[in-house]
């Protein structure tokens, strides 16, 4: 779905667009889950993403049209609740947000549409809310900043859709920057970049189609028992606000306070703040050996210790392993399924990706889609508006 077609969808309900904007999903290199424990981060927005067409409207009532479903919803801007259609709870999510805040969003037309995978991972529910945040925002003027775009598009996931997902694919859409990857500390929210396009090499997801139902419920699963981990230890008179400051010493200091389950999952989140800062210094000395080490260990992590891997993906990691031209790959996002995130060598993506697919097929008799993510800005107006 390009910028020509969500245009013309627009012109053929609502006239002339005034603003057009594209917002992408993301991938994560490394640092997952640790988002919402205060952690660090390495994601990078991507392209695959959402285009918009936006313009006030005279009508009373503001329209968001999303184009790939061929579906619509209507609604008053000042007086609106959950939509039956899930699809559009991220968008009302975001004006629910403004209104929180305080704005007065005058009625609108939008038709949206994109070609990010559902499902995969890939945050096309964040690309949703961040480019019609920004695109609200700049329809009407609103001056907000882009970091409060990105919180109240956070905002509009946890509190309107229900999901309690933490900050980072919010942050990757909006502030990614073209061939960087973005190393966020999800405390301070200080940020940096780290160059991500390598010569020879290119990030590849497989797509394992598995889309697990206990995605939403384990994920509060995981929130809670960090969250007890450092009610324990704060209990035995630690002074930390989350697990970003707790070390292995402290935890093996309490194990006997801690449940195993417990234990193992604050075990996973100090380990993987650890691999976040390991990969990235890898980046930064352009030692790739090392930063595909860091992704099978992430890999090794989440199966064991945070347990959020299923048999699909971890299949689709360990048929990398002895296959030189891969460096490293792993689960990528959330978990129980989605993407695998792979670093492979150029020249031999085809021959990997043709045999991966054929022994997954014969494996789970799936098929398996194969992406080559390219790193991209994060969400913006585009110029050529005609
Ligand atoms: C989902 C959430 C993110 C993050 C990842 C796991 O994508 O939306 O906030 O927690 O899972 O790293």
């Not at 991220?90 to 004006?95: D, F, M, P, Q, R």
């Not at 384990?218 to 450092?230: D, F, I, L, P």
């Not at 099978?296 to 993906?313: A, D």
Request: overall charge negative.
């Amino acid at each position: 779905m390009d910028q020509k077609t969500i245009k013309e969808a627009f012109q053929s309900r609502y006239g002339d667009p005034k603003l057009v904007v594209r917002s992408p999903g993301r991938v994560n290199l490394i640092g997952e889950h640790t988002d919402y424990n205060l952690g660090f981060v390495l994601p990078a927005a991507v392209d695959k993403e959402i285009i918009f067409a936006l313009a006030p409207s005279a009508d009373d009532q503001a329209q968001l049209h999303a184009v790939d479903l061929n579906d619509q919803i209507g609604f008053d801007p000042q007086n609106f609740s959950k939509s039956e259609k899930n699809w559009a709870n991220y968008g009302l999510g975001v004006v629910d947000q403004l209104r929180q805040r305080g704005y007065t969003i005058p009625p609108f037309n939008c038709a949206f549409g994109g070609n990010i995978p559902q499902g995969a991972g890939m945050s096309s529910s964040a690309a949703l809310e961040c480019g019609l945040a920004l695109g609200i925002n700049e329809l009407f003027d609103l001056g907000i900043d882009k970091i409060e775009l990105v919180k109240l598009a956070q905002k509009a996931e946890n509190e309107f859709v229900g999901m309690n997902c933490g900050i980072m694919d919010q942050f990757a859409s909006v502030f990614g920057k073209a061939r960087q990857a973005l190393k966020l500390d999800c405390r301070s929210l200080e940020y940096q970049y780290y160059p991500a396009e390598i010569a020879g090499y290119k990030i590849v997801l497989f797509n394992s189609g598995v889309k697990h139902s206990l995605v939403d419920s384990e994920y509060n699963v995981r929130r809670s028992q960090c969250e007890e981990g450092v009610a324990i230890l704060q209990q035995q008179g630690e002074e930390i606000e989350s697990l970003r400051d707790v070390t292995l010493a402290m935890l093996n200091k309490y194990q006997d306070k801690l449940s195993p389950i417990v234990y193992q999952r604050c075990a996973y989140i100090v380990r993987e703040n650890q691999r976040v800062e390991d990969a990235c210094q890898a980046l930064a000395n352009q030692d790739l050996a090392t930063f595909g080490q860091k992704l099978y260990e992430s890999q090794q992590g989440m199966q064991q210790e945070y347990e959020i891997t299923v048999p699909e993906t971890e299949f689709l990691v360990d048929q990398t392993r002895n296959e030189p031209a891969v460096l490293g790959g792993r689960q990528m996002g959330g978990g129980f399924g989605g993407c695998t995130i792979n670093l492979i060598e150029e020249s031999a993506i085809d021959r990997t990706a043709n045999q991966l697919a054929q022994t997954y097929k014969e494996s789970f008799s799936l098929d398996l889609e194969v992406y080559i993510a390219d790193i991209v800005n994060g969400t913006e107006t585009m110029d050529n508006v005609r």
